[in-house]
């Protein structure tokens, strides 16, 4: 699907162009993660049916699970009420969205005034990605 | 219950000393509002066991419900992996987040190449907020 310049335009993008994406899992409606996009990679994510996000430490578009599989496909996206936050509801390949092998990002639970750890490492990240070259 | 210092410091505050918090609601995972903290508004949310935000544009801390009366009562509060971004399990009182009288701020939808509006306005704001000063 095309993207119509017009359904960009009523984004409130940031000062650096980026808009912040919740991803959901569609299913049970577990919150996976939040990272970032651009113009660019949210058309992209349009026409592809798949998370595009932008990378904003490499600089570029950053295709959900490019190294680990673990993509997602998008069922719905929605934009809030004024037009700074997307959500987008997913179906997580692979069942991990988290670069340390969990199934969400927001593993770190507060409890008893500290942050502790409350979710199953299910792969482990050597094997999610490939050795980084020198 | 008072907060620890070192409990705001593991967070990755952004340049203005913010962090977004996702608020969900805790028994059926709608996602209902991204909101802004700094670390006062954190800490009384600790506190006092309801969302405090900071608002950006007022730069004060804001009460949640504080006008409405549609508090978020806190059931967990998580730390994503990178620790710059916030996820709150809520209780919303009164079951509406959004000022437009709406459950969910996210209620534009993606659909044949437009933002549509899918959500139901459950209570006209006029209701919900008292008149504004001149």
Redesign the interface.
């Known amino acids: 699907?095309k993207?119509?310049p017009?359904?960009l335009d009523?984004i409130r993008w940031d000062q650096a162009g980026l808009i912040?994406a919740?991803a959901?899992d569609h299913a049970?409606?577990?919150?996976l993660?939040?990272a970032w996009m651009n113009r660019e990679s949210l058309a992209a994510s349009?026409e592809e049916g798949r998370a595009v996000y932008y990378s904003r430490s490499r600089r570029k578009l950053w295709r959900k699970g490019e190294e680990s599989g673990n993509r997602q496909i998008l069922r719905?996206?929605?934009?809030?009420?004024?037009?700074d936050?997307l959500?987008l509801r997913v179906e997580q390949i692979g069942g991990i969205a988290?670069?340390?092998g969990?199934r969400s990002?927001?593993?770190?639970?507060?409890e008893n005034?500290?942050?502790r750890d409350v979710e199953p490492v299910l792969k482990d990240p050597r094997e999610m990605y490939p050795p980084k070259r020198g």
Chains 1, 2 share one sequence.
């Open positions: 699907m993207v119509a017009e359904l009523e912040p919740i959901q049970d409606g577990a919150v993660m939040v349009i719905e996206i929605r934009l809030d009420c004024d037009g936050t959500l988290c670069h340390t969990r990002c927001f593993y770190r639970l507060l005034g500290a942050w």
